[in-house]
């Protein structure tokens, strides 16, 4: 019974780091996704859900979240 329980713990951390390493791979961005959101960008401006709709596995979040970080004016 032990080692059901020690088992769980260890899926249980597993999940958790598998979770942060799919999340952290999303905000890299690959030179193609960058060019389309530019282009994008430059065509329908902030729509971020319609940008992301071009790149499978995006979300309008993530697009919205690149843009500003890369491309954010401070006043």
Not at 18 to 25: A, K, T
Not at 45 to 69: D, N, V
């Amino acid at each position: 019974m032990a080692d059901l329980d020690h088992s769980s713990s260890d899926d249980t951390s597993m999940d958790s780091r598998e979770e942060n390493s799919s999340h952290d791979s999303k905000l890299e961005f690959s030179e193609d996704e960058e060019t389309l959101i530019t282009r994008m960008y430059n065509l329908v401006g902030e729509r971020w859900s319609l940008i992301a709709g071009r790149i499978p596995g995006r979300t309008a979040e993530e697009i919205k979240k690149y843009w500003t970080s890369r491309y954010s004016t401070s006043v």
